[in-house]
């Protein structure tokens, strides 16, 4: 069975063992400089099909509350039959012309087409300023885990493939139940594939540890 978004979820478990990942966050700001894609995105559903999980579109809109926005890109016209000016995808966005975002940087997120989407070291233009700025991110990593990351009271997490949805999805808890989704759950589905990380609060920060992993024993590592 092919999992789409596994790439991208055994990189994230290979950077929690090395040490405990740093907390992300989401804020609506207003942003007028000139922005670049971020090279090794992975939001683009036209490069990558029918991967529900990888579109920050709706991130973008429950955040910010537009639920009208259209391509903020407003030089580099668009191609006869393009999806321009329609918002497709959430568009990872740096000030750096390389297109280069550091593992737990800082990057931003706004309305684009697949058209733009595609269009990497092009200086974008734009006359809506309002957008996403984007903490603690890790270039080419899923949504789930980005939104796992976010702050929360519950302790613990779970990250699992539904199966019956072909997408991951993140569930919080105040205790680690373990135990449960090990035996089942009652009206869900048994997750083949999950990532249980705890919240370790400090002073200065919010950590992310994985404190259990269960994978396919071809994938084991």
Known sequence: MQIPGLEQVLKF???????????????AVDF????YNVIGST????RIPDHKNEDW??????????????????????????THPQFIVGGHMTTDSNGYVKDGGTCYLMPLCKLHNSHDG???????????????????????TFQMRMPNENPYAILYF????????VEDYTEKHLDK??????????????????????STSLLHEVVSIRLPKVLNL
């Not at 092009?122 to 789930?144: C, P, S, V, W």
């Not at 989704?181 to 400090?202: D, M």
Request: hydrophobic residues 30%; charged residues 25%.
């Open 162 to 169: 539904s199966e019956s949805e072909q997408t991951w999805k």
């Open 32 to 35: 007028s400089e000139n922005l």
């Open 181 to 202: 989704w090990e035996s089942g759950l009652v009206g869900q589905e048994t997750p083949k594939i999950y990532i249980a990380i705890q919240r370790i609060k400090s």
């Open 57 to 82: 579109k709706p991130l973008f809109i429950s955040v910010t509350g537009i639920t009208d926005a259209q391509c903020y890109v407003t030089n580099d016209p668009p191609e006869k039959s393009s």
């Open 43 to 46: 939001d683009d559903p036209k």
């Open 122 to 144: 092009i200086a974008f233009e734009h006359t809506k300023k309002r957008m996403l700025k984007l903490t603690g991110y890790m270039k080419g990593e899923l949504l789930a």
């Open 13 to 27: 478990i290979e950077a929690a063992r090395q040490h405990p990942l740093q907390s992300t966050g989401a804020s």
